[in-house]
C-alpha cells in the first residue's frame, strides 16, 4: 500500500502563486510516476502534470497547466511538487496527488491517490 500526503493549498487572489506538496510513504513498481490532478465542483477530474520519481525526470502536462505550472521532484524524500504561477480563478478546484506505474494524463491510469488539497483563487 501507498500513502500520499498533500499539502500546500489554500486562497489567493488572481495572479498569485502557490505550490502544492505530495509526499509518498514508498516508491513501488506500481507508484512510481505521480501526478497531479483537478476536480472543480460540476467538472471532471482532469490531469495537470505528472513526473516519474526513478530515473532521468521526464514531466509532462496538461492543456490548463502548460506555461504556468511546473511539476519538479526530490526522489529522495519521494515527493513531487507543483508550482503554480499566475494563477487564475479558473484554477479555483481541489487539487488530488496521485502515484501509478505510467505516466499519463489520465485518473483511470493512478491506483493509488490522496486526500486533496483545496485551491481557491478569488478575482
Known amino acids: 500500500q501507498v500513502q500520499l500526503v498533500e499539502s500546500g493549498g489554500g486562497s489567493v487572489p488572481a495572479g498569485e502563486s502557490l505550490r502544492l506538496s505530495c509526499r509518498a510513504s514508498?516508491?513501488?513498481?506500481?507508484?512510481?510516476?505521480m501526478g497531479w490532478f483537478r476536480q472543480a465542483p460540476g467538472k471532471e477530474r482532469e490531469g495537470v502534470a505528472t513526473?516519474?520519481?526513478?530515473?532521468?525526470?521526464?514531466?509532462s502536462y496538461g492543456t490548463a497547466a502548460k506555461d504556468r505550472f511546473t511539476i519538479s521532484r526530490d526522489s529522495a524524500k519521494n515527493t513531487v511538487y507543483l508550482q503554480m504561477n499566475s494563477l487564475k480563478p479558473e484554477d479555483t478546484a481541489m487539487y488530488y496527488c496521485a502515484a501509478g506505474p505510467r505516466c499519463v494524463l489520465q485518473p483511470s491510469a493512478f491506483g493509488y491517490w490522496g486526500q486533496g488539497t483545496q485551491v481557491t483563487v478569488s478575482t
Open positions: 514508498r516508491v513501488t513498481t506500481n507508484s512510481q510516476c
Open positions: 513526473m516519474n520519481l526513478r530515473g532521468p525526470p521526464v514531466d
